[in-house]
């Protein structure tokens, strides 16, 4: 697998933090040629996707076609994935994003540009727990701790905290008799 360079591993990592994995607007001073010259890259190896821009969510525009409408670049899972973000956790963060009605937009410029990248990592403890949410059965917070070994308030505190705020995950909680309140990822 191609390792990406710093300016993509930089437009990866600001898509991963954004609404619907926008991959725009680009990193500063990397316009004209050489920002075409790096997207078509991107997009050659399948780490970003053209897709029609949506006026209404206010999305930025990456080309015209021609016919009135516009194109916007979003980072694909493998994207994500080449960045070190698991798969997993990629396929539901995107999935959450896609299925979003409206993103708000940034106030500035400034504040999407130096927002921190969400990056979750292959074998870490929250993508762990993603992995645990995603199940047909759930999760609860007592398996949680079993499998990592985390106090119940801290269990509790990344689903809300991490989860559901930092990266926007629809986490539903279900009272199932037996076992208690029982968190899953749609």
């Known amino acids: 697998m191609t390792t990406p360079s710093d300016t993509q591993s930089l437009i990866l990592s600001r898509a991963a933090t ?42 930025p525009m990456w080309r015209e076609t021609g016919d009135g409408h516009g194109t916007t670049l979003i980072a694909t899972e493998a994207g994500l994935e080449a960045i070190g973000i698991e798969p997993v956790a990629a396929s539901a963060v995107a999935r959450v994003r896609k299925a979003r009605p409206k993103a708000k937009p940034a106030e500035t410029p400034e504040d999407t540009d130096t927002a921190k990248p969400v990056a979750i990592r292959a074998g870490t403890k929250q993508a762990q727990i993603i992995a645990m949410l995603q199940r047909p059965e759930g999760a609860t917070v007592a398996e949680i701790v079993a499998a990592t070994s985390w106090q119940a308030h801290t269990a509790r505190g990344a689903i809300s905290g991490a989860l559901k705020k930092k990266l926007g995950l629809p986490i539903a ?14």
């Open 18 to 59: 954004r609404p619907g994995n926008l991959a725009l607007p680009l990193p500063e001073g990397l316009v004209g040629a050489a920002a075409k010259m790096v997207v078509g890259k991107m997009i050659a190896r399948g780490w970003l996707e053209e897709v029609e821009a949506s006026s209404s969510r206010g999305e």
């Open 173 to 186: 909680a279900e009272k199932v008799e037996g076992r208690g309140t029982v968190y899953k990822l749609p």
